[in-house]
Nanobody
Framework: VQLQASGGGSVQAGGSLRLSCAAS????????VGWFRQAPGKEREFVAA????????YYADSVKGRFTISRDGSKNPVYLQMNSLKPEDAAVYYC????????????????WGQGTQVTVSS
């Protein structure tokens, strides 16, 4: 599945952004979808994931209570609502999809989008 992430931008600390992850030419039926981020000089890190049904969600401790991943069944897109943004949230955000939650959360498998830049100024 080909993915496209969008919605990044520049905000001040405390602001909000909503990222979107869309599957090109198909729906997300049967796919787990996740978000990762990578800041300059740092390794890519897991942010959030949502099961194919939307019934289960997982978050990195650093974003719990501030970020929300959501989906409307198998429809496009999958969203990542980011509130109370901090300078340390600045990174390129990538979405990933795979039928397996383990694969998505590992960050080592699945189909990846091209990334969208998030900048947070203090």
């Amino acid at each position: 599945v080909q993915l496209q992430a969008s919605g990044g931008g520049s905000v001040q600390a405390g602001g909000s952004l909503r990222l979107s992850c869309a599957a090109s030419g198909r729906t997300f039926s049967g796919y787990v979808v996740g978000w990762f981020r990578q800041a300059p000089g740092k390794e890519r890190e897991f942010v959030a994931a949502i099961s194919w049904s939307g019934g289960s969600t997982y978050y990195a401790d650093s974003v719990k209570g501030r970020f929300t991943i959501s989906r409307d069944g198998s429809k496009n897109p999958v969203y990542l609502q980011m509130n109370s943004l901090k300078p340390e949230d600045a990174a390129v955000y990538y979405c990933v999809a795979d039928p397996s939650m383990i694969a998505v959360r590992s960050g080592k498998k699945g189909s990846w989008g091209q990334g969208t830049q998030v900048t947070v100024s203090s």
